[in-house]
């Protein structure tokens, strides 16, 4: 008797498509005065277009003032892709841009937006760490520090640089006066004993 043999099949598993990237993913930023209005920039460039109701998340940039606003203001040359606003979220340091009906985030060229956050209002060395995200896309980090605030100080002494130096100013222990000159755009500074001039040179 002759008996047909069998074969056994596996199941063929369908092919796992890579998810896709973004070739540009960068943010700089603005202002670095603490309390300051900080204007920073996004550009972005993913390898497949997003479409309308798609949405991009900005994640880690905590430690600004602004407090949570779901129409926050996006300006720049791509910012009618976002119907120019996005979701700020205070607490995360989180930015989502949705993108509007109608548009779509191109391939092949940069979208660059902008926002303004409020910087720490005190000196702050800043955040990094800071990710860039997308459903279907693995998620970008993004290198730099952002919203790190330095401490700033007006100059209150403005005078002619001859009056400037014919004073001679008294100081606390380790401490200096500085000056601005009115006719020269000179910064002078008294040491307890001289004045010493530092130059603009502009």
Not at 148 to 167: G, K, L, M, Y
Request: no cysteine.
């Amino acid at each position: 008797m002759f008996v047909l043999p069998t074969f056994s099949f596996g199941v063929v598993a369908s092919p796992t498509v890579p998810p896709e990237t973004f070739d540009t993913a960068t943010l700089v930023n603005g202002n670095g005065g603490a309390g300051n209005s900080n204007t920073l920039t996004l550009t972005i460039q993913p390898s497949s277009a997003i479409a309308a109701s798609g949405t991009i998340t900005l994640a880690g940039l905590t430690g600004s003032q602004t407090s949570d606003n779901a129409s926050l203001t996006v300006g720049g040359a791509g910012s009618a892709i976002f119907g120019s606003s996005a979701d700020w979220t205070q607490s995360s340091g989180t930015l989502v841009l949705t993108v509007a009906g109608g548009q779509s985030v191109p391939t092949g060229s940069d979208t660059v937006v902008t926002f303004t956050l409020t910087n720490p209002a005190s000196a702050d060395a800043g955040v990094t760490g800071i990710t860039l995200a997308s459903s279907g896309f693995t998620t970008a980090n993004i290198s730099g520090t952002f919203l790190n605030a330095v401490a700033v100080f007006n100059v209150t002494t403005r005078d002619t640089e001859a009056n400037i130096t014919s004073t001679t100013p008294t100081n606390p222990s380790g401490e200096v006066n500085i000056a601005f000159g009115t006719d020269t755009y000179d910064f002078y500074i008294y040491d307890g004993s001289a004045w010493y001039i530092f130059n603009n040179d502009s």
